[in-house]
């Protein structure tokens, strides 16, 4: 028997973390979004001449794009981060990241509209968190720059 109220089954690309993450810059706690991995999401296409790998689209859950989740947003003030750089600032950096809250909101504004990191990640938001981290990192000593 067909059940009208029964919602489509949504394919999940990521999920959220159980335990709260804790923003070092704001203080915000929030739930980091990762992409989930096998049941068959990603599927390897060729090497491109700069050895970066190419995805090939899934029928099942459509284009995945991975570069979308490797960083850390904070939905709150916008800091972004790779995931072993998140937590190691200095009260300087922290001073710095804080003052400059609103400038990422305004940018972030600017170039892609209403975006906001409380949703799941598509590739809008994968670019939005580059552009916020390429930020972010200009605030930070030569230590964290992403390699």
């Known amino acids: 028997m067909l059940n009208l109220n029964q919602k489509p089954k949504v394919k999940k690309i990521s999920y959220r973390h159980k335990d709260f993450s804790k923003c070092p810059v704001c203080g915000n706690e929030f739930q980091r979004e990762e992409m989930l991995t096998g049941g068959g999401r990603l599927i390897a296409g060729k090497l491109t001449d ?16 991975p570069l979308a989740y490797l ?6 003030c916008l800091y972004a981060a790779y995931p072993k750089d998140v937590d190691k600032l200095t009260p300087a950096e922290i001073a710095k990241l804080s003052e400059t809250g609103e400038a990422r909101m305004n940018s972030l504004r600017k170039y892609f509209g209403d975006a906001s990191f409380e949703n799941d990640r598509d590739l809008l938001l994968g670019a ?20």
């Open 50 to 65: 700069e050895l970066r790998r190419l995805y090939d689209k899934n029928e099942k859950h459509g284009k995945v794009y």
């Open 71 to 76: 960083l850390v947003v904070c939905p709150k």
């Open 128 to 147: 939005a968190s580059y552009l916020l981290a390429v930020d972010c990192y200009s605030h930070r000593g030569s230590s964290v720059a992403p390699q």
